[in-house]
């Protein structure tokens, strides 16, 4: 079956400049999560939807970004005004939250360049 | 704050057992351990996880200390494409859901020829 995708690959845009980044969660999946990674570093959580729960907004930087999730689908990342340190690929992952753990499986990333 | 500490770089002859440990401490009962991988410039992709026993998968084998304060990610036979870097991870179901993931540095496991 698909996996989790996410658009566009790639993204260039420039300082000051709106961007929304979208991931289709694998069919089923309740629980999507966001990850920014700077280059070279880790996995930076930044906010995580759970079914019709309120999400975990914890992770987000600052009030330029905003995630919006419809149902148990698709989900939009939206940065606004965006700056040269917002440069990273930001993944998305969806789980099917069970009993027995909560694995995540991962989308490719998009991969944005703040000019 | 990521809950677990890896060693920054392990090297492994191609062909050996890759034994890459983690330490999670402060982990609680409710917590499982995770184990994924991301090879350069794709996402992150899931290994194999446990709660309190070893647990063994086409990819790879997990122990877990009988305390579970720590455990090794076993790669029975490295190869060159298990070059990538590995994150070890607790997490623990709270009401509501799961705790969100923290994801350390990880450590970054070169298989040498």
């Known amino acids: 079956g698909a996996g989790v995708s996410q658009s566009p690959s790639n993204k260039v845009t420039e300082k000051g400049k709106d961007v929304e980044l979208r991931c289709d969660p694998i069919?089923?999946?309740?629980?999507l999560y966001w990850y920014r990674q700077r280059l070279g570093q880790g996995l930076e959580f930044l906010i995580y939807f759970q079914g019709n729960s309120a999400p975990d907004k914890s992770g987000l930087p600052s009030d330029r970004f905003s995630a919006e999730r419809t149902g148990e689908s698709v989900s939009t990342l939206t940065i606004q005004r965006t700056q040269q340190e917002d440069s990273a690929v930001y993944l998305c992952a969806s789980s099917f939250q069970a009993g027995d753990g909560d694995t995540q499986y991962f989308g490719p990333g998009t991969r944005l360049t703040v000019l | 704050d990521a809950k677990t500490t890896q060693p920054t770089s392990m090297d492994c002859a191609e062909g050996r057992a890759a034994n890459l440990p983690c330490n999670h401490s402060?982990?609680?009962?409710?917590?499982?351990v995770y184990w994924y991988r991301q090879i350069h410039s794709q996402g992150p992709q899931y290994i194999i996880h446990g709660l309190k026993n070893n647990e063994t998968n086409e990819m790879a084998s997990l122990i877990i200390t009988e305390d579970r304060k720590s455990s090794t990610l076993i790669l029975p036979h490295a190869t060159l494409r298990d070059t990538a870097v590995y994150y070890c991870i607790v997490r623990g179901r709270e009401s509501g859901g799961y705790q969100k993931v923290t994801f350390g540095t990880g450590t970054k496991l070169q298989v040498i020829p």
């Open positions: 402060t982990i609680s009962g409710n917590e499982y």
């Open positions: 069919s089923g999946h309740t629980a």
